[in-house]
T-cell receptor, first 113, second 114 residues
């Protein structure tokens, strides 16, 4: 059974601060996806990382996949109130499990003005 | 391009009843998977369908079932509802790529069991 440990569980910061969310596992994943979810809505895909050591940037968000493909991080620079939400990491094992994701418990981010 | 569409969005059922939820994947996507989201357990995988066949199954009781039609649309059914089945049920679809398979979610169906 693959498990993803996501930390921190809660994050409360002021606008303009930087933050990092971590996602760790003892299992290897073929890919890892990050989602953001608003209350009452489905998760919205932010990025998919596939290659070990891969770094992807999406405006102020930087995503990194660990060299061994067991961990990932999401870094937000100069957070804005609009970044508030639930951030989820999810790993895919691959093989015949293309549509099966293992999710972390999520990080609830609150950015105060 | 239309996203993943789920119906109904909200529903209230009584303990012991059954419920059917529907999902239309993104056009061209043949893999459809279902997830249950609760505050205590987070997002948990229910099952995945590809080409009308269940390919993977999560650790849920047999009361949870699903199917996929030839047009890739999918339904999930929960029989003999229990209070603990109250949750957001999410459907997701993907292209079924070997590498970097990106999975897109619908807005979910909120089920409340009373």
């Amino acid at each position: 059974t693959q498990l993803l440990e996501q930390s921190p569980q809660f994050l409360s910061i002021q606008e303009g601060e930087n933050l990092t969310v971590y996602c760790n596992s003892s299992s290897v994943f073929s890919s890892l996806q990050w989602y953001r979810q608003e209350p009452g809505e489905g998760p919205v895909l932010l990025v998919t990382v596939v290659t070990g050591g891969e770094v992807k940037k999406l405006k102020r968000l930087t995503f990194q996949f660990g060299d061994a493909r067991k961990d990932s991080s999401l870094h937000i620079t100069a957070a804005q109130t609009g970044d508030t939400g639930l951030y989820l990491c999810a790993g895919a094992v691959g093989g015949t499990s293309y549509g099966k994701l293992t999710f972390g418990q999520g990080t609830i981010l609150t950015v105060h003005p | 391009k239309a996203g993943v569409t789920q119906t109904p969005r909200y529903l209230i059922k009584t303990r012991g009843q059954q419920v059917t939820l529907s999902c239309s994947p993104i056009s061209g996507h043949r893999s459809v998977s279902w997830y249950q989201q609760t505050p205590g357990q987070g997002l948990q995988f229910l099952f995945e369908y590809f080409s009308e066949t269940q390919r993977n199954k999560g650790n849920f009781p047999g009361r949870f079932s699903g199917r996929q039609f030839s047009n890739s649309r999918s339904e999930m059914n929960v029989s003999t509802l229990e209070l603990g089945d109250s949750a957001l049920y999410l459907c997701a679809s993907s292209l079924n790529r070997v590498s970097g398979n990106t999975i897109y979610f619908g807005e979910g169906s909120w089920l409340t069991v009373v």
